[in-house]
């Protein structure tokens, strides 16, 4: 693609670049967390038309990217592109008449334009203009110093919380397509991610105290945040096992289960050579999984076709979390040596960077 074939093309580009800085995840990865379709992601970087704000700050949210900068590019996108000549129309009789009419209509949309600007400005209290003839958003509140993190709300909007449970208050709602600043996150009910379906026990933390489910907006905190008392919070995972044995109904297979204190959510993780390329050794995810009604406890069988033996050790690992890319340092870990398939699990203790990896790994959003 060629930015300098215009400003859409220019905005396509850049999208395109925010994914591969962001590791280059396929568009299917991004639409587990990002809320909109595979197509519809891939729609928007494809420069042909102008995408939506809304799956605009959801694209860039879900590869971490700055939302508040794509939300004035898109607007300036929008300018641009309202400023572009249009094309040349047969022009109707008289010639004169018609030539004076959309003269005097230039200055009117100059004069909304600037006026949606000068709105925009001290309602958003940023550096950058947004221009929309209504000027700024609408009730989406204002994001004061100190936020630890943002995140975008979208579809129905978000409902505020006098608490961490589903039960708790509606305080308000905020519309959707706002970028909204929390102070932290606490602890409380499970809440299932309205877009992927994924369990999470985050609620995010606005300045006045109340709280918001992290599965209804798009964004999540930083890894290195400890969570923060709320009202209605709980305390978080406390102690975790990891039991690997061979499947006894399936050949190849292994039988990972994890049991612990106060575990919701727990990953699994192994470190291994893959048989089929890339065949690079790293931490890969083997399963995400909740305990249930209809399915108790924490299990996940991983058949070992397409793993390949030593000459370096195969690690599994077991990690308490508290949502999709939402780890803990919480974890327990098995070797079962240069071939997983002669079914010998023993402790092994992590370094903090393998630690760290497989934590990663374990808890990230599930295919």
Not at 174 to 203: A, M, Q
């Amino acid at each position: 693609m060629d930015p300098a074939a215009g400003p859409l093309q220019a905005f396509a580009f850049a999208l395109r670049k925010v994914r591969i800085e962001a590791g280059s995840p396929t568009y299917r990865t991004l639409a587990r967390s990002a809320g909109y379709s595979a197509a519809t992601l891939s729609e928007a970087a494809g420069g042909t038309r102008k995408p939506t704000l809304d799956v605009v700050l959801a694209y860039v949210g879900a590869c971490r990217g700055d939302t508040d900068e794509w939300r004035a590019r898109w607007h300036d996108l929008t300018a641009e592109l309202a400023q572009a000549p249009p094309a040349a129309d047969p022009v109707p009789p008289p010639a004169e008449k018609v030539t004076v009419d959309r003269a005097r209509r230039r200055p009117r949309r100059r004069y909304l334009v600037a006026a949606g600007i000068a709105a925009a400005l001290p309602l958003a209290g940023l550096a950058v203009a947004v221009v929309r003839d209504r000027g700024g958003d609408p009730g989406c509140p204002s994001r004061p110093d100190g936020t630890a993190f943002t995140a975008v709300s979208y579809g129905a909007g978000a409902r505020v919380r006098d608490g961490a449970a589903r039960d708790a208050p509606i305080a308000r709602t905020i519309p959707s397509g706002c970028t909204i600043g929390f102070v932290g996150y606490c602890l409380g009910e499970k809440i299932h991610d309205n877009t992927g379906g994924t369990p999470d026990i985050r609620w995010f933390k606005l300045p006045d105290g109340d709280v918001v489910a992290s599965g209804i907006v798009h964004g999540n905190p930083p890894p290195d945040l400890a969570p923060v008392r709320c009202a209605d919070d709980r305390p978080g995972p406390a102690a975790i096992a990891l039991t690997a044995a061979a499947d006894p109904a399936r050949p190849d297979t292994v039988r990972l289960t994890a049991a612990g204190s106060r575990l919701d959510i727990v990953g699994f993780a192994a470190l291994y050579h893959p048989e089929e390329p890339p065949t690079a050794r790293r931490w890969r995810q083997v399963g995400f999984t909740e305990e249930t009604a209809d399915k108790p406890g924490f299990g996940v069988s991983w058949p070992l076709d397409g793993v390949a033996a030593g000459p370096e050790p195969v690690l599994i690992a077991a990690v308490a979390c508290l949502g999709g890319d939402g780890p803990t340092t919480l974890l327990d870990a098995r070797s079962a040596g240069t071939d997983p398939r002669r079914k010998r699990f023993a402790p092994v203790s992590l370094s903090a960077q393998e630690q760290a990896e497989a934590a990663r790994a374990a808890c990230t959003y599930p295919p």
